[in-house]
């Protein structure tokens, strides 16, 4: 996993030919760091700007397959993969599960019409290893391009803690301060940190309205589940988020490199559906 800010950021699109939008996107990105390139993957080369005039380079591949990205991703050594969410259609969701949940890099996905804008970003926050990694890494991208703020997300809901209002503020005062102290153990950089705490069910419906209240524009999360309940975060809330969100979406792939052996012969070999969780 490369620290951000990224040096290198593959572009595809699944329209076959990257927009001169998201070819813009990726060089924002990239301008973060030292020497940062742009490689636009495309399958035709016929449409495309003048290879001498453009500040990006064209690499043609056979197709846009999840497989084929990948290689690219790595035989160019692309610590970013930069796209646009996928038709809502069958298809497309099995090209972007494919692409969160076994991408070798980071994934980056930028609505049609939405501004990339990072000057304040907002994080999911587990407190868990993984999510300290999170948090760290985020922060670090926050950092490096200059940002004004990093609000952080905890959501937890207990339908039957719901239910009980003393009890709820109780332990809400708990997760408050359990919070804090995470927080005062992470590797913040110096970033300014805005922690939120919430209690809401839907956690893709969550992250997003926190989003939209504090004015954030760019959304970072880790895939994986973090061992929280299993019906809070699933690939079926990721996808959700990934497909619904109209600010720009980062997914970091730690998980995908936690994997084990069992889990990837699991996700790879053994093909039963996956329960859906309501």
């Not at 996993?1 to 699944?14: G, Q, Y």
Request: proline share 6%; hydrophobic share 40%; with cysteine.
């Amino acid at each position: 996993m490369h620290a951000f800010p990224f040096s290198r950021v593959l572009v595809v699109s699944d329209r076959g030919n990257p927009g001169l939008g998201l070819l813009t996107d990726a060089l924002t990105l990239a301008s973060h760091s030292p020497g940062g390139e742009v490689v636009a993957a495309v399958t035709d080369l016929t449409n495309c700007i003048e290879a001498e005039y453009a500040p990006w380079t064209y690499r043609l591949l056979p197709d846009l397959s999840v497989d084929s990205v990948f290689d690219a991703a790595t035989h160019f050594r692309c610590d970013l993969i930069l796209t646009r969410p996928p038709a809502h259609t069958w298809a497309g969701s099995s090209w972007l599960r494919g692409l969160l949940f076994e991408s070798p890099c980071p994934v980056c996905l930028i609505p049609a019409g939405a501004r990339l804008s990072l000057e304040r970003a907002l994080v999911r926050l587990s407190l868990t290893p993984r999510g300290s990694r999170l948090l760290s890494l985020a922060a670090g991208l926050i950092r490096a391009v200059g940002g004004e703020e990093l609000v952080a997300v905890h959501n937890v809901f207990d339908y039957d803690v719901d239910e009980q209002p003393d009890l709820s503020e109780d332990l809400r005062t708990r997760d408050e301060l359990a919070i804090y102290r995470f927080l005062a153990r992470a590797d913040l950089g110096g970033v300014n940190v805005s922690p939120i705490r919430e209690s809401k069910p839907g956690e893709a419906r969550t992250l997003l309205g926190v989003a939209r209240r504090r004015g954030a524009r760019l959304l970072v999360i880790d895939p994986g589940n973090d061992g929280g309940p299993v019906w809070q975060w699933n690939r079926r809330e990721v996808l959700s988020l990934a497909m619904h969100s109209d600010i720009a979406v980062i997914s970091t792939g730690l998980s995908n490199q936690d994997r084990g052996w069992k889990q990837i012969l699991r996700q790879r070999v053994f093909t039963e559906r996956e329960p859906k969780f309501n």
